[in-house]
C-alpha cells in the first residue's frame, strides 16, 4: 500500500495501455510493464477508469485505475461490471489547468476519502486552506476590477472609497504584559504568574474606613410652621398680578406662601 501510494503521488502524466507512459515516474512505468495482470482483465480495468472516454487517463482516472488494479490483486473485491457513482471523477473537469494539488483537492476530496487512502484531517486541512486561498484571490481580483472601472469612467468618488477600503490597516489590541520591572513577558507560564500578583495588590488590601455618619448629619434648624397671615397671602396675589416672579430662596417666606396656594387652587 505504501508503494501504490507512492506510485499515486508522483504520476502526473498520461497513461496508455499499451504501457506508453508519457511524463510519468520511471517506477509507474515499470508497474505497467511488470503488471501479472491478463489483457483482458487490465483491458476492462481501463475502460471503468476512462471516464472521459478519450483514450488516456489523467491524474484522477489513472487513481481509480490504480486502486482497482490493487484491490482485484488483494482479492478484497472483483472488478465491477460499472464504476459507482460515487467513485467517479468530475467529468466536465478541465485538464491541465491549474496546480496539481488544486485539482486533486478541491475535485477529487471525497473520492480519494471512500478509497481510504487519503487521511481526512489532511484533505480537510489543505482544502480549507485552499478555499480560503481562492477566495482571496476571487476578492482582490474584483477589487482591482472596480477600481480599473471606477478610473476609467472617472469616478473620483467610488475610486477614493475603493483605495481606502483596499489600503486601510485594521488596528488590533496589542496584548503586552510586563512584569514589575516593566520588561515585556512572553512565556505563558511568567504571564500567568504575572496576573495571579496582579490581582492579588487589588483584590487583597484593607477596606478603607468608613466615615462616621453620625458627624455628616446637619442639625436641627429653625422653620415655621405656621399658617400664612391673610396680609401675607394678599402681598403674593400682589406681586404675582405685576409680573413679579418671588424668588425661591427668599427670606420672608414668599415660596411658602406661592406653593401653599397653588397647592389650594388645584
Request: some cysteine.
Given at each position: ?16 495501455i499499451s504501457g506508453a507512459v508519457q ?145 486601510i490597516t485594521r488596528e488590533t489590541i ?93
Amino acid at each position: 500500500m505504501k508503494c501504490f501510494n507512492h506510485l499515486m503521488m508522483v504520476t502526473v502524466g498520461h497513461v496508455d495501455i499499451s504501457g506508453a507512459v508519457q511524463g510519468a515516474h520511471e517506477q509507474v512505468v515499470n508497474f505497467f510493464k511488470k503488471s501479472k495482470l491478463d489483457r483482458e482483465k487490465l483491458s476492462k480495468i481501463w475502460a471503468l477508469s476512462d471516464v472521459n472516454e478519450d483514450g488516456y487517463l489523467d491524474f484522477a482516472e489513472f487513481s481509480i485505475a490504480m486502486h482497482l488494479v490493487v484491490l482485484y490483486v488483494k482479492g478484497s473485491v472483483d472488478i465491477p461490471e460499472k464504476l459507482p457513482i460515487s467513485a467517479r471523477p468530475p467529468v466536465t473537469a478541465p485538464r491541465n489547468s491549474g496546480s496539481f494539488s488544486s485539482y486533486i483537492f478541491f475535485n477529487m476530496a471525497e473520492r480519494l476519502y471512500i478509497f481510504y487512502w487519503c487521511d481526512p484531517d489532511q484533505v480537510f486541512r489543505r482544502s480549507a486552506m485552499k478555499a480560503a486561498q481562492r477566495d482571496r484571490n476571487h476578492y482582490w481580483s474584483d477589487m482591482a476590477l472596480r477600481i480599473e472601472t471606477a478610473a476609467r469612467l472617472d469616478d473620483n468618488r467610488k475610486l477614493f472609497l475603493f483605495l481606502h477600503k483596499a489600503t486601510i490597516t485594521r488596528e488590533t489590541i496589542s496584548e503586552m504584559i510586563r512584569d514589575s520591572n516593566g520588561v515585556p513577558v512572553k512565556s505563558i507560564k511568567d504571564r500567568l504568574i504575572r496576573w495571579k500578583e496582579f490581582f492579588e495588590i487589588k483584590l487583597n488590601h484593607e477596606a478603607p474606613v468608613a466615615p462616621d455618619i453620625a458627624d455628616t448629619v446637619a442639625g436641627p434648624y429653625v422653620c415655621n410652621c405656621e399658617s400664612p397671615t391673610e396680609e401675607e397671602i394678599i402681598s403674593v396675589i400682589n406681586k404675582l398680578k405685576a409680573n413679579k416672579a418671588p424668588r425661591r430662596w427668599s427670606s420672608d417666606r414668599t415660596h411658602q406662601m406661592l406653593s401653599i396656594i397653588l397647592h389650594s387652587v388645584s
